[in-house]
């Protein structure tokens, strides 16, 4: 089992940067395929992207393509979002969670308590 913790929300202009960070705990990390996910007000949760294991693949969905960033750090046992050219659209509740398998639809098995991002026009 592992536990996740986001950190790094927070208020940002439209244009901005900001990074998020996901601290894992438990059973090894670098064994889990990580990702992002985020939910708006009145919308469904939806993915944003994942890392391998490795830290050597990823994949996004097409609206964060080119801005935002997935990166992890085995060692450290993190999961980062860099987010630049943030997009009042950008505006949800970031989560990150971990998977026993790479896969899409990322399955999702352990989950943290979310971290708010919110984008100002």
């Known amino acids: 089992q592992v536990q996740l913790v986001e950190s790094g929300g927070g208020l940002v202009q439209a244009g901005g940067s900001l990074r998020l960070s996901c601290a894992a705990s438990g059973r090894t990390f670098s064994s889990y395929p990580m990702a992002w996910f985020r939910q708006a007000p009145g919308k469904e949760r939806e993915f944003v992207g994942v890392i391998s294991r490795s830290g050597d693949a990823t994949y996004y969905i097409d609206s964060v393509k080119g801005r935002f960033t997935i990166s992890r750090d085995n060692v450290k046992n993190m999961m980062y979002l860099q987010m630049s050219s943030l997009k009042p659209e950008d505006t949800a509740v970031y989560y990150c969670?971990?998977?026993?398998?790479?896969?899409?639809?990322?399955?999702?098995?352990?989950w943290g308590q979310g971290t708010q991002v919110t984008v100002s026009s």
């Open positions: 969670a971990a998977s026993e398998k790479l896969e899409l639809p990322f399955p999702g098995k352990y």
